[in-house]
C-alpha cells in the first residue's frame, strides 16, 4: 500500500521560508512543491474552475507520478447542492482531463447545512466517467446512515475521513478499495499543529483498514505557519513505522518536527 501524503493547495504566502526558500519567486512554488511532495490536493477549482489550459500547465510544470486530487465546484456541492449534476461535472471532468495521467481523485465536500439525501448523491456520482475515484466529505451528521454507505459502495467512491481537533469527525467506513483522508485542525501547540501520538494514531488506523496494495491519499488541510507541511513530514515517519509504504516528503529545511 502507498500512502500519497501531500498538502490541501501549495499557494501560501505563510510557507516562505518553511517549504519555499526565502528567494523562490512564487510563480515557481509548484515546481519546488513537487520536490518535496508526491501529491497535491487542488481546492482551486472549489472557488473558482480553472480553464483547461491551466490544468494542462500543472501537468506540464510537475514530474511523472505526481497526483492532483481536485476540489470539486462549490457551484455544484454548495450552490447546486447536488441538484442536476450533469453540466457542472461534466465540466469540470472535461477540464480537469488536461491533467493526463496526474488526475487522482475528485473531492466532493458537502456543505454543513447539506442533510442526507441518498438519492441525490447518487445521481450525482453517477455522472463521473466510469474510472472516476470520487471521495465525498459530508459535513451534516444526518448522512451517517446505512443508506448513505450503500451507496457509496455500490458507486466505488470513498468516504472521506476527516480530522478536526484531533478527532475523527465522519465514521471509520472503509467503502471502497482505496482511502482518502484530510486533517482540518489540531490540538498541538503551535496552533494548528497535530501531536504525534495524533498521527501515530491514524497511521494505524490507515493500517489496520487498508490492505497492502490499496492506495490511500492523505492531505493536511491546516495550512497556516506551514503546519501543514510539518504536519505532513511527521505523519509520513508515522506511517512508515507501520510498515506501509509512503509518497516522499520534504527533508532537509529545518521544520521535520
Known sequence: MTVLL???GWQYKDWRGVLYPPDRPQRLWLEEYARGFATVESNA???RLPEEK???DWRERTPDGFVMAVKASRYLTHIKRLRTPEEPVDRLMSRAAALGPRLGPVLLQLPPTL?????LLDACLDCFPAGTRVAVEPRHDSWWTEEVRAVLERRGAALCWADRGSRPVAPLWRTTDWGYVRFHEGRAAPWPRYGSKALATWARRIADTWPDRADVYAYFN????GAAVRDATVFARAVAATGRAVSRTPSGRGFAG
Open 6 to 8: 501531500g498538502t490541501s
Open 45 to 47: 477549482a472549489f472557488y
Open 54 to 56: 491551466t490544468f494542462a
Open 115 to 119: 442533510r442526507r439525501d441518498a438519492g
Open 222 to 225: 491546516n495550512d497556516p505557519g
